[in-house]
């Protein structure tokens, strides 16, 4: 079946525009996690969605970054006013039931360069 | 989590084993080793996981000291497209979000 696809896969914006960038999981997983990576790092986890549970910020930066998920489906990220350090490859990974939440299952990413 | 501590980088040559370590020194009761690997350009993807027994799955095995301090992920006949950042995380059952530190990055060589 399909796996969780992510768009757009490349996004170059100047500094201090917003953008938007967007998440579809795999259709019936309930939890859906956004991370960023940085070039030549490890993940560093941002939010987490869980069914319709209040979601888990805490690992986002800053109150630029804000993200949002309909119900069990789409979601978005969304960086205001962007800086040069917000470049790097965003990967969304989404999780079947909570007995399996232990096995993600990524996007291949969206890369963001900020100019 | 749990605190883990991978070696930056390892070499093997086509069809041998690959052993990758981990220490896992901090690593609670309640707490689940997982490795994930993520090849050039792609997202990470699931590899294995276990609490204090060994386990063996399709892609690979994974022993856990007697102590849990330490694990190593076994990657039994190594293959080119075995070539990736393989990443072990240590996390509470009950924690949902992946902690990720920068892995042991495995060169596979023909």
């Known amino acids: 079946g399909a796996g969780v696809s992510q768009s757009p896969s490349n996004k170059v914006t100047e500094k201090g525009k917003d953008v938007e960038l967007r998440c579809d999981p795999i259709s019936g997983h309930t939890a859906l996690y956004w991370y960023r990576q940085r070039l030549g790092q490890g993940l560093e986890f941002l939010i987490y969605f869980q069914g319709n549970s209040a979601p888990d910020k805490s690992g986002l930066p800053s109150d630029r970054f804000s993200a949002e998920r309909t119900g069990e489906s789409v979601s978005t990220l969304t960086i205001q006013r962007t800086q040069q350090e917000d470049s790097a490859v965003y990967l969304c990974?989404?999780?079947?039931?909570?007995?399996?939440?232990?096995?993600?299952?990524f996007g291949p990413g969206t890369r963001l360069t900020v100019t | 989590d749990a605190k883990t501590t991978q070696p930056p980088s390892m070499d093997c040559a086509e069809g041998r084993a690959a052993n990758l370590p981990c220490n896992h020194s901090t690593i609670s009761g309640n707490e689940y080793v997982y490795w994930y690997r993520q090849i050039h350009s792609q997202g990470p993807q699931y590899i294995i996981h276990g609490l204090k027994n060994n386990e063996t799955n399709e892609m690979a095995s994974l022993i856990i000291t007697e102590d849990r301090k330490s694990s190593t992920l076994i990657l039994p006949h190594a293959t080119l497209r075995d070539t990736a950042v393989y990443y072990c995380i240590g996390r509470s059952y009950n924690t949902d979000k992946l902690i990720f530190g920068t892995g042991t990055r495995l060169q596979v060589f023909p």
């Open positions: 990974a989404s999780s079947p039931n909570y007995s399996k939440h232990y096995e993600q299952y």
